[in-house]
């Protein structure tokens, strides 16, 4: 089921993520800021749960790329 999480890029995986998580530059990274938000109670509007999943979505797929790499080594 999750085989498409293996034939992603390593380069290609990491650099989108780091992009997203970093994107926009200034003021703040949304992801950060939407971290922030949930840690103050305050991510209550759809698009902000929206934005804190699309700008992480990437970086999740890079968690589960390492963690099926190593256990299949």
């Known amino acids: 089921m999750l085989k498409f ?3 992603l890029s ?7 993520s780091v992009l ?5 530059f200034q003021p703040m ?3 950060l800021e939407k971290l922030i938000m949930l840690k103050n109670g305050t991510l209550t509007r759809p698009i902000d749960i929206f934005d804190l999943f699309f700008h992480g979505f990437p970086a999740f797929l890079l968690v589960l790329k390492i963690i099926r790499s190593r256990k299949g080594a």
């Open 20 to 24: 997203m998580l970093l994107a926009p």
């Open 29 to 31: 990274p949304h992801f």
């Open 10 to 16: 390593w380069p290609v995986l990491i650099f989108v």
């Open 5 to 7: 999480v293996d034939h």
